[in-house]
T-cell receptor, first 116, second 110 residues
Framework: DAGVIQSPRHEVTEMGQEVTLRCKPISGHNSLFWYRQTMMRGLELLIYFNNNVPIDDSGMPEDRFSAKMPNASFSTLKIQPSEPRDSAVYFC??????????????FGSGTRLTVV | SQQGEEDPQALSIQEGENATMNCSYKTSINNLQWYRQNSGRGLVHLILIRSNEREKHSGRLRVTLDTSKKSSSLLITASRAADTASYFCATEGNTGKLIFGQGTTLQVKP
């Protein structure tokens, strides 16, 4: 398996533009998580899905952020409109049950977002 | 919100020495996990210890868990320059969410 795949790796956009981050989890994993990492706030859990259903989005900063998981192999995190304070590294992670349960979460390489 | 608090925030040691990092948390957990993050990279899972376990080993890593004190420690023995990274503890409770601490930055000098 190629691991959790995120795209793009880097995104530079102007304030007010829409940004879409993409994630492909590991095949067989049934949970997917979106985290944001900044120097000031560390790693923050934004939202997580279980079996493609959003379970907890209490970490989503505001209505400008939305996430979807239309199927087991794809998720998006959208920011519209983007603001400079959204600049961060956004990580997607997936985890599974049963055999996978002892191996924690598998993280993608992240998307470094810069909003200017 | 941060669940775990790690101590120290930064640690600098010589190659070959042992490195110990501590993590404290606030609420009951199902398991506690340790992750490593190299600069500019994603997080890599190191080890998972369940709430009914007290100690776990994986190669040069030793993790302990004391649920009565709500604390855990990660010991890296015979450290190498390649161990230089940030180390995070994370707790998973009944909600299924994994909440991370602020991390310990470890520098191993050759």
């Amino acid at each position: 398996d190629a691991g959790v795949i995120q795209s793009p790796r880097h995104e530079v956009t102007e304030m007010g533009q829409e940004v879409t981050l993409r994630c492909k989890p590991i095949s067989g994993h049934n949970s997917l998580f979106w985290y944001r990492q900044t120097m000031m706030r560390g790693l923050e859990l934004l939202i997580y899905f279980n079996n493609n259903v959003p379970i907890d989005d209490s970490g989503m900063p505001e209505d400008r952020f939305s996430a979807k998981m239309p199927n087991a192999s794809f998720s998006t995190l959208k920011i519209q409109p983007s603001e400079p304070r959204d600049s961060a590294v956004y990580f997607c992670a997936s985890s599974g049950q049963g055999y996978f349960a002892n191996y924690g979460y598998t993280f993608g390489s992240g998307t470094r977002l810069t909003v200017v | 919100s941060q669940q775990g608090e790690e101590d120290p925030q930064a640690l600098s040691i010589q190659e070959g020495e042992n490195a110990t990092m501590n993590c404290s948390y606030k609420t009951s957990i199902n398991n506690l996990q340790w992750y490593r993050q190299n600069s500019g990279r994603g997080l890599v899972h190191l080890i998972l210890i369940r709430s009914n376990e007290r100690e776990k080993h994986s190669g040069r890593l030793r993790v302990t868990l004391d649920t009565s004190k709500k604390s855990s420690s990660l010991l890296i023995t015979a450290s190498r320059a390649a161990d230089t990274a940030s180390y995070f503890c994370a707790t998973e409770g009944n909600t299924g969410k994994l909440i991370f601490g602020q991390g310990t930055t470890l520098q191993v000098k050759p």
